[in-house]
T-cell receptor, first 114, second 116 residues
Framework: DAKTTQPPSMDCAEGRAANLPCNHSTISGNEYVYWYRQIHSQGPQYIIHGLKNNETNEMASLIITEDRKSSTLILPHATLRDTAVYYCIVRVATGGTSYGKLTFGQGTILTVHP | NAGVTQTPKFQVLKTGQSMTLQCAQDMNHNSMYWYRQDPGMGLRLIYYSASEGTTDKGEVPNGYNVSRLNKREFSLRLESAAPSQTSVYFC???????????????FGNGTRLTVT
């Protein structure tokens, strides 16, 4: 799986949009971009994933650049409960030896403040 | 709809003791997984079960055994606990499309295990 690079920490004011960047310059054509977050003492929570088109769900939007070398997770209206570590992961779509393998890097600690 | 439920939440064992971590999901998912999370190491896959009746080793299977009891339940057993197995253990599940394994994992809230 391709390696990802994220800033170690970011701040955001409550109610504002949080834009979390991720660099994955070595991504392959069959690798998806996934975002998870982990709130202290809880299990990782799936947020969103995409291949090359922008995606939106009830939690967030995912913007992937045309060359797929980077992406941005957008939380449109951040709340205090969005304070967490956010992980950007690239993962192959097919199974084989990579099945179940989910390589979490260091992630970005997002702090939402009042 | 509880999602993925793990028991117990906390456990302290002495070296050499055995125990079983329980995991159940109510999302009708086919695939289930066990991970451990250690500081600076991220999540590492211990075992997985692609479908009911099958189990396979992940990255760090030594010292562990698993049982896929039915579609809902996947347990992890430590036969003889060692201090190196002190960790937070997460169970996860996912659907499994016929043509692709591209489906997100849904995690439980973990079991915090300390082996002294």
């Amino acid at each position: 799986d391709a390696k990802t690079t994220q800033p170690p920490s970011m701040d955001c004011a409550e109610g504002r949009a949080a834009n979390l960047p991720c660099n994955h310059s070595t991504i392959s054509g069959n690798e998806y971009v996934y975002w998870y977050r982990q709130i202290h003492s809880q299990g990782p929570q799936y947020i969103i994933h995409g291949l090359k088109n922008n995606e939106t769900n009830e939690m967030a939007s995912l913007i992937i650049t045309e060359d797929r070398k980077s992406s941005t997770l957008i939380l449109p209206h951040a709340t205090l409960r969005d304070t967490a570590v956010y992980y950007c992961i690239v993962r192959v779509a097919t199974g084989g030896t990579s099945y179940g393998k989910l390589t979490f890097g260091q992630g970005t600690i997002l702090t939402v403040h009042p | 709809n509880a999602g993925v439920t793990q028991t117990p939440k906390f456990q302290v064992l002495k070296t050499g003791q055995s125990m079983t971590l329980q995991c159940a999901q109510d999302m009708n998912h086919n695939s289930m997984y066990w991970y451990r999370q250690d500081p600076g190491m991220g999540l590492r896959l211990i075992y997985y079960s692609a479908s009911e009746g099958t189990t396979d080793k992940g990255e760090v299977p030594n010292g562990y055994n698993v049982s896929r009891l039915n579609k809902r339940e996947f347990s992890l057993r430590l036969e003889s606990a060692a201090p190196s197995q002190t960790s937070v253990y997460f169970c996860a599940s996912s659907t499994r499309e016929a043509s692709s394994y591209n489906s997100p994992l849904h995690f439980g809230n973990g079991t915090r295990l300390t082996v002294t």
